[in-house]
């Protein structure tokens, strides 16, 4: 079993997933306006791998016995001004969900619940790659927008992004 106030902070992750899937749908959106298809598809991907993020809070809530709660998912809000603005965003979102982990498992170290602190370290290694990759993404996008050719190269790079469950395994 897992205390209370652990099953909602675990239902409120669960809930923080499926919001970075929407807010990475939400820019997958606004490539799709400017046919930067590569661009999309790389949301697109990111997209999924949050839903499978998700996945894994709901199964871990069921399979402790503790009760799964779906709350509203916020609306993503948000208008970009340049593909750089975008990537950004991704890296500071990254960085937030990072702290959000880091809490949580703050707060199974406090409660000397080791189940859930080891089932918590996944998305330990998960967000140094999380944040790796966005990071170079960012990178990526600021140099091909000095370049006269390089959003075409990268949505080229982009679109052959695919997702694979369980990439931290
Ligand atoms: Fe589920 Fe991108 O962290």
């Known amino acids: 079993m897992v205390s209370k106030k ?30 930067l298809s590569g661009f999309a598809n790389w949301m697109r991907v990111q997209a999924q ?12 809530v069921v399979r402790r ?17 340049s593909p750089v603005e975008v990537f950004d965003h991704v890296l500071s979102h ?5 702290d959000l982990i880091n809490d949580l498992v ?3 170290i406090e409660e000397n619940d080791h189940a859930t602190n080891n089932f918590l370290q996944w998305f330990v290694a998960e967000q140094i790659e999380e944040e790796e ?8 996008v600021k140099m ?8 075409f190269l990268v949505d080229s790079e982009f679109a052959s992004r695919v997702f694979t469950s369980n990439t931290s395994e």
């Open 6 to 35: 652990m099953e909602k902070e675990l239902n409120k992750q669960l809930n923080a997933e499926m919001y970075s899937g929407y807010l990475y749908l939400a820019m997958a959106a606004y490539f799709e306006d400017f046919d």
């Open 65 to 81: 016995g503790a009760k799964v709660t779906l709350e509203a998912i916020e609306k993503p809000d948000f208008e970009w001004n």
């Open 133 to 140: 990759s966005a990071a170079a993404a960012l990178n990526k």
């Open 94 to 98: 990254e960085k937030v969900v990072t």
């Open 49 to 60: 791998e949050e839903l499978s993020h998700s996945m894994r809070f709901y199964d871990y």
């Open 106 to 108: 703050n707060l199974a």
């Open 144 to 151: 091909a927008n000095e370049a006269s050719n390089g959003m």
